[in-house]
Nanobody, 123 residues
């Protein structure tokens, strides 16, 4: 079992930055984790993924170069540093985990989800 709690969302102007945190409890060492987001009326989409044991990361094309996913093993916490934010980044952001070495971009592959945190970028 993995329990996930996100924090760090908020309202920011375009061009600004936010850092999201996902505190995990449980068996994170055997997990891969990811950040997803869902805007109103749209499907949940993959943002970035991370293999907990190796630290290997991957980001979606839409955020690559602006967002950075990372982890702090000692704190059992995953982060999403978001820079150069755009209004189209506005969404509820979720962290997710699965018991597999490699992350995927498919939300249905993840069994564990946080409650979500709202990110709003004003123009």
């Amino acid at each position: 079992q993995v329990q996930l709690v996100e924090s760090g969302g908020g309202l920011v102007q375009a061009g600004g930055s936010l850092r999201l945190s996902c505190a995990a409890s449980g068996r994170t060492f055997a997990s891969s984790m990811g950040w997803f987001r869902q805007a109103p009326g749209k499907a949940r989409e993959f943002v970035a993924g991370l293999s907990w044991s190796s630290g290997t990361t991957y980001s979606a094309d839409s955020v690559r170069g602006r967002f950075t996913i990372s982890r702090d093993i000692a704190k059992n916490t995953m982060f999403l540093q978001m820079n150069s934010l755009k209004p189209e980044d506005t969404a509820v952001y979720y962290c997710a985990a699965r018991y597999a070495r490699d992350y995927t971009e498919r939300p249905n592959d993840y069994a564990y989800w946080g409650q979500g945190t709202q990110v709003t970028v004003s123009s």
